[in-house]
């Protein structure tokens, strides 16, 4: 069960993933597995600042609602109000926002991890054992 | 069981009810057949893990929209005007957090319990016991209310608005609640949620394009006759007509909905049906279908509360129930008997799909956390588990109807509410610490959920939700020391900052740093190819 470099690589800092590739230099796959592990980090710090800046413009928008009710009141036609106009722009954005994510998901993180993946497929099956499925192999 | 009360003014109500109970019995004998023959719990639980994501993402909003969204948000809009439709973007908007940072890395957890993805990389039972405990304290008060909202149907249903034939139809339901988990298991609550997502869907589309061909699809008539139609006038488009100027009110809104924007992504029962697909990117799918779905049901309820206002107007629907519940079932009656029969079918299959979701959700909480980890340390057998599961199908069921039949009279609407509050203070942080934080560690977990599940019921218990106020559970007692009906405003940051400082300081766990990087790892590189 041994799993070399595994643990180095995924310690964070970039030192220790050059000495682990500089210790097994003959498992290096086609893509640079550190190049692609920081992509990904990078990727899902982008992914809590999304969310958090979603989450405050909500509560933004809330605060002000019942705090500025009039400017929430101001008609911009017929009876429809600047809230009513927010109201449907939250929709809006939100039927964006998912599809936008997906979309960015699919083509920007997907390849990245299909390769980590398949690189750590590789390097199981080559430390000799025979149950490298998806779910188990990083073990 | 139903049919036995067609004696009750057969001449109008006859359809409605024939309609409603052949449609729960074929329902029903789908659900089984497709459930039959679940002996392992991996196939009760999760149905094998082989559902498509299209169809999950169905059940997934069938799950989560409830009876509150189809009958009591749009009530609430009808009879306050802009102030309900925060009720409907609150929840959409917390979506968010389980598309981008919860579905895919809880998928490959392999787990279907917040109790076992903890597990995978802290202390087995210590965890198991209190994320079990609070998807217990999640699900219960969901539960409940749901099965009050049921009583609402008993009006159309039996053409007596009586609390008997309320009682009925609340016993009726949750006996039917309890079959369709016991012997459906998931895939049986899977099949009657997809059958529901999409009859919501087209009732609610039906409803709303009824509204707007009255009035020519011009939405300022909408508007305006809603406006004219209501006692609260021009206010009725403005947020907070109902609300005063005090500052108490005003925050309690927010809290309110910062429980139902972080409450989404801890809602146990949609936790579980990431584990129902086999790969992250499946659940990803699922998920962006399920809330584009959310998004589209919640804009359609919108379009019926303000309808209700305009066609019905806020006096009747208040006259009818004084917290707006039948203002989507008295805005089908204005479009016939049919739209009324359709109207009352959808309801109740709403109801019912979600409360054998939340059923199974907490059985498995029950029977896989608390009795086979925490108690049997793991040793129970397959079989045992699957029957005690079946056991804690039939005494949640039962626990919550009766609790159902208590509170039926009275003002349930916090209910619904608490049960996000919850959700959001004992559920997410943890979750959100134990798949991203590496100093999480056990201590921090049950501190967390713990903590964050106590602030939460002890504040609404100390608040005048409980109280003190002429619309409290116990009008006349006087134990309010916190102002707020709605504690998400606290709890939230209770769960959250308790789940960081217990971890912290915590120096007698060494922090497994070896665990968390196989962890860390498998969240990053996350299994997308190998199994479709």
Excluded at chain 1, 24 to 30: I, N, V
């Amino acid at each position: 069960m041994n799993r070399p470099g595994v643990d180095q690589l995924n310690s964070g800092d970039d030192p220790q993933s050059a000495r682990y590739l500089a210790d097994a230099p003959q498992a290096l796959p086609s893509m640079d597995v550190v190049v692609a592990v920081r992509r990904l980090r990078v990727a899902r710090r982008w992914m809590f600042f999304i969310v958090i800046a979603v989450m405050a413009a909500y509560l933004l928008i809330a605060v002000v609602a019942v705090g500025a009710r009039d400017l929430m009141g101001f008609r911009v036609f017929g009876s429809i109000n600047i809230g009513i106009i927010l109201a449907l722009g939250q929709f809006g954005a939100m039927v964006w926002l998912v599809g936008r994510y997906a979309r960015y998901a699919k083509t920007s993180l997907d390849p990245v991890r299909k390769q980590l993946e398949d690189d750590f497929k590789w390097r199981c099956e080559r430390s000799g054992r025979v149950d490298c499925d998806a779910r188990t192999h990083i073990y | 069981m139903t049919h036995a009360l067609t004696f009750t003014d057969p001449g109008r109500t006859f359809p409605v009810l024939a309609f409603v109970v052949v449609f729960v019995a074929c329902s029903m004998l789908m659900s089984i057949g497709v459930g039959a023959g679940e002996d392992t719990t991996a196939g009760f639980y999760l149905g094998e893990r082989r559902l498509a994501p299209g169809w999950n993402g169905l059940a997934m909003f069938g799950t989560f929209t409830s009876a509150a969204a189809f009958l009591g948000y749009p009530g609430k809009i009808a009879l306050l005007g802009y102030e309900g439709v925060p009720y409907l973007l609150a929840p959409m908007v917390g979506w968010v957090v389980l598309l981008v940072l919860v579905a895919e890395p809880f998928c490959n957890s392999g787990q279907f319990t917040v109790g076992g993805l903890l597990a995978s990389r802290l202390a087995s039972r210590p965890v198991h016991r209190a994320a079990g405990i609070a998807t217990l304290m999640v699900s219960m008060p969901y539960l409940i209310a749901q099965l009050v909202g049921a009583g609402v149907l008993a009006a159309p249903l039996l053409g007596l608005p009586d609390a008997i034939a309320q009682r009925i139809v609340v016993v009726c339901l949750g006996g039917l609640m309890i079959m369709y988990a016991v012997f459906g298991g998931m895939r049986g609550a899977t099949l009657v949620q997809c059958i529901k997502g999409i009859l919501l869907l087209a009732g609610g589309a039906y409803l709303a394009f009824q509204v707007f061909q009255a009035f020519h699809w011009n939405p300022n008539a909408l508007l305006n006759t809603a406006v004219n139609r209501s006692p609260l006038g021009r206010d009725l488009l403005i947020p907070g007509a109902d609300m005063g100027h005090g500052m108490t009110s005003k925050v309690d809104f927010i809290s309110l909905q910062m429980g139902f924007l972080f409450g989404v992504a801890g809602l146990p029962h949609l936790l579980m049906r990431l584990g129902t697909v086999s790969t992250p990117l499946k659940a990803r799918m699922s998920v962006k279908w399920a809330t584009i779905l959310v998004c589209a049901c919640h804009l359609l309820s919108g379009i019926i509360g303000f309808g209700a206002a305009a066609v019905v107007g806020a006096k009747a629907i208040e006259a009818a129930n004084p917290s707006g519940n039948s203002a989507t079932l008295m805005l089908a009656r204005a479009g016939g008997s049919f739209a009324l029969t359709a109207t009352t079918c959808v309801a109740f299959i709403t109801i019912l799909a979600v409360v054998a979701g939340i059923t199974l959700t907490a059985a498995t909480a029950l029977a896989h956390d608390i009795y086979g980890v925490a108690i049997m340390r793991g040793n129970a057998s397959d079989q045992s588990e699957l029957r005690f599961a079946r056991m804690a199908i039939f005494l949640i069921g039962t626990i919550s109807t009766v609790l159902a039949l208590y509170v039926q009279s009275k003002q349930i609407s916090d209910l619904v509410g608490l049960a996000f509050a919850i959700a959001a203070s004992a559920i997410l942080p943890a979750i959100l610490y134990g798949l991203y934080w590496r100093g999480f560690t056990t201590r921090g977990a049950t501190w967390s959920i713990y903590g964050g599940l106590i602030s939460a019921v002890l504040l609404l218990l100390l608040s005048p939700a409980v109280s003190g106020a002429p619309t409290a559970l116990f009008p006349h007692a006087h134990f309010t020391v916190f102002p707020l009906r709605n504690p998400g405003i606290v709890s939230i940051p209770v769960g959250f900052l308790l789940g960081w400082l217990v971890s912290v300081l915590d120096s007698q766990e060494r922090q497994d740093s070896d665990a968390y990087a196989k962890h860390e790892l498998r969240a990053l590189a996350i299994s997308h190819s190998h199994r479709d």
